[in-house]
């Protein structure tokens, strides 16, 4: 994407390609309130993680509970096996107890993390400066004794005194850590401190590699990885949906996208991504904001009349890149902030054609309306109203319909029928007991259109199954 500034951003492009993306999902993403994903769940997204090529998966941290170590187990075996291909690793405490259940688990790597900020050496582990050191030396040569490979997380370090982090560095490398993660656990650096932050680590201790592992506390996750990268870091540590303890990490989506955007680098395959953010949206039970950049609903809906008509003449107007890069389509939506450009194109592509002088007087009904969704019939209502003449593009059969729909039980029923309730033809929903959660009555003008509803009410997210029965016959109750 061309910029005035792209030849600034144009000289870091070998960095990026040679970036390497650790997922989190299984470790971090497990640390969000309200998220446990069972063992099965964590070997299908360790998959699916692997298929879209990240290169090293944090499975957990096998001394928290049995079914975490049994999941880093497992996850560890399919390596072995030959299953996946990314490097799987345990996380641990500065432990010896940790380390011997990461260990156990036969994992490629072994991640020991230590709090090395005054705050923390004081508050939680009652250290100082020098015990920690000698700690920290200690815990990574005994896990190395084991013949794995070592990552030493400095935690908290983006707060830590920055000679003494030089120190923790050298000493964690010297023990025999190849890599060392710079944790900005309460997310406090920016795009500028990130950069100068690894830039100055990178000098100073060489010979060994930077992973950037940054909260989103304020935001500036995304921001702080591309920052470090920049300043010299070699991996980003990212979660699926940016889960993770607290508002979480840097969302894996983002960052492959940002990636492919500034520098276009492909780190992970795109087209996969909308799968694995429904995949984790189901088994941790959050799902993303509509308006959570590139994998958010919103994110390619366009509402305002100025921008529609300019993604009518050229989608490039408002969109940074084509949502089919991420295999995604843009849409627009009418109402009072509408143009005559977007209802235009919109009647258009419902078969009618009517005068500008018509197409003026719709526009002024749209903006009377008031609604706040303005569905394509409503809208067929408004320019039959407006012309006088029966516009449906169809013979109306009318066929009525009756869906029953059963609701991923962690899903809000709620918010699944905010989204049926958006659909053209759908007449009425209500919440029901039994086999299913939701009762959706549906018109149709005919059955391709009854087909194309039931299709957009299956694609809702959070719809486990769905069961349709046509209404054949009204029974008049003075019949019976
Ligand atoms: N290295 C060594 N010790 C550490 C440490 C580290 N990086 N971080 C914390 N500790 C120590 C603390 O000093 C404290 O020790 P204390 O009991 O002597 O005061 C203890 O670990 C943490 O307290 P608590 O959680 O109450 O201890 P616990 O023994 O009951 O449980 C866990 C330990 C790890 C099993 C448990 O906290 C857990 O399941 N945690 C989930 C994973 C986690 O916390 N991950 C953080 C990733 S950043
Ligand atoms: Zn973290």
Redesign the pocket.
């Known amino acids: 994407m061309a910029t005035p500034f792209s030849e600034i951003l144009k000289s870091y492009r070998p960095k990026f390609e040679r970036v390497k993306i650790l997922d989190a999902t299984l470790?971090?993403g497990e640390?969000t309130p309200g998220v446990s994903f069972t063992i099965d769940q964590k070997l299908e997204i360790a998959k699916k993680l692997d298929e879209m090529g990240v290169h090293m998966i944090e499975a957990g941290?096998p001394?928290?509970?049995p079914d975490v170590f049994e999941a880093v187990r497992r996850i560890a075996w399919m390596k072995k096996e030959g299953e996946i291909r990314a490097e799987v690793i345990a996380?641990s405490?500065?432990?010896k107890s940790?380390i011997d259940k990461a260990a156990e688990t036969e994992a490629d790597r072994i991640a020991?993390?230590?709090?090395v900020s005054d705050i923390h050496l004081r508050a939680?582990?009652?250290k100082t400066r020098e015990e920690a050191l000698s700690?920290i030396g200690e815990?990574v040569e005994y896990a190395k004794s084991y013949g794995v490979k070592v990552r030493f997380?400095a935690?908290d370090a983006s707060r830590a005194d920055l000679e003494y982090l030089e120190q923790v560095v050298k000493t964690a490398r010297d023990a025999g850590a190849d890599r060392v993660s710079l944790?900005d656990?309460v997310g406090v650096l920016t795009p500028w401190t990130a950069q100068k932050f690894f830039e100055h680590m990178v000098k100073a201790v060489p010979n060994v590699e930077y992973d950037i592992h940054a909260h989103n506390d304020l935001g500036m996750a995304l921001a702080t990885a591309f920052g470090a990268v920049m300043g010299g870091a070699t991996a980003v540590h990212v979660t699926v949906n940016g889960l993770g303890?607290r508002v979480g990490i840097v969302p894996l989506q983002l960052f492959a996208v940002a990636v492919k955007v500034h520098f276009d680098v492909e780190l992970v395959n795109l087209s996969k991504i909308m799968e694995i953010t429904r995949l984790v949206e189901r088994y941790s039970g959050i799902e993303v904001p509509y308006n959570m950049p590139v994998i958010g609903d919103y994110a390619f809906l366009h509402k305002a009349g100025v921008h529609v008509a300019g993604i009518l003449a050229d989608p490039r107007t408002y969109e940074p890149f084509p949502p089919e890069m991420i295999g995604r389509s843009r849409d627009y939506v009418i109402d009072k902030y509408t143009g005559k450009k977007a209802v235009k194109a919109k009647l258009e592509k419902l078969g009618i054609r009517v005068d500008d002088d018509t197409l003026m007087k719709i526009l002024e009904e749209i903006k009377k309306s008031n609604l706040r969704v303005l569905t394509d019939d409503t809208l067929v209502s408004i320019a039959e109203k407006v012309t006088g003449k029966a516009l449906r593009p169809r013979a109306t059969e009318n066929i009525e319909a009756i869906a029953w729909i059963k609701v991923d039980s962690n899903v809000f029923t709620s918010s699944v029928a905010r989204k049926i309730s958006m659909i053209d033809g759908v007449r009425e929903i209500a919440e029901v007991t039994g086999d299913y959660d939701l009762m959706v009555k549906i018109e149709a003008p005919d059955h391709k259109v009854l087909n194309t509803i039931l299709d957009s009410i299956r694609g809702i997210k959070g719809i486990q199954s769905t069961h349709t029965q046509i209404i054949l016959k009204k029974m008049d109750k003075s019949t019976s």
């Open positions: 470790r971090e640390q941290h001394a928290v509970a996380h405490r500065a432990v940790d020991i993390f230590y709090g939680k582990h009652r700690i815990m997380t935690e944790a656990t303890e």
